[in-house]
């Protein structure tokens, strides 16, 4: 598969960097494509690899594929305006962390994992890009329902909830919703970047 370009791409870098980053964005439109579990592993593939605070490797994913018991657990703790798209969507993966680490026989909190995990989300997001695969991830779901229809041991934190397929079906969402299905700008370079203290 190659990289989505179905849509025209607004963004422009200040600065060269690879078209990845600009290309990449989290639309709510999905296809009515399946995935199978050798199409969606990969990107956890890829976020396995991503670095972490003395390789701790705080992060966890569990998922499930459109029609199959997982998606339902997952889909049932979104919140309604993310269920309404979201669970047309051909996979689900939630994105979760160990809050602590074990050092000298102890278990201490472990103060990078929400930062490490972070990483490997992009990680899986950017994997989904070059596998023609839009990744959105999303924080409105109820923690509270989701840890119980997972099983979330203790010790472990939420973070997202991630919708997973071939992005399309643009028509099929709300009107409201069309107009914001394309890449979002970011801050002025200048407002996030300053040489030797914080803007």
């Known amino acids: 598969m ?6 025209s791409n607004p963004r422009s ?5 690879d078209a990845q980053f600009t290309g990449r964005f989290s639309p709510r439109g999905f296809t009515a494509k399946t995935l199978t579990e050798a199409e969606l592993l990969p990107l956890f ?8 605070a003395s ?6 994913f569990a998922y499930g594929l459109r029609g199959d018991a997982a998606f339902a657990k997952i889909a049932a703790a979104l919140v309604p305006f993310n269920r309404s798209w979201a669970e047309k969507a051909s996979a689900l993966v939630v994105v979760a962390s160990r809050t602590t680490v074990a050092k000298d026989g102890a278990e201490v909190p472990n103060g990078t ?3 490490d995990t972070g ?7 950017l994997q989904a890009y070059h596998a023609g695969l839009v990744a959105h991830a999303m924080a409105g779901f109820e923690a509270e329902i989701l840890a119980k229809n997972l099983n979330l041991p203790e010790g472990y934190v939420l973070h997202a909830v991630v919708a997973v397929g071939e992005h399309g079906d643009i028509e ?6 069309q107009a914001r299905e394309v890449p979002n700008d ?8 300053a040489h030797g203290g914080f803007v």
């Open 186 to 193: 970011r801050l002025p370079f200048a407002q996030i970047v």
């Open 172 to 177: 099929k969402l709300p009107e409201v919703l």
């Open 13 to 17: 870098a200040d600065h060269p960097i």
């Open 119 to 125: 990483t490997a989300w992009g990680y899986l997001a």
């Open 55 to 60: 390789n701790n490797q705080p992060w966890r």
């Open 2 to 7: 190659t990289a989505p370009t179905a849509f």
């Open 113 to 115: 994992h929400a930062f």
């Open 45 to 52: 593939e890829a976020a396995r690899w991503a670095p972490s």
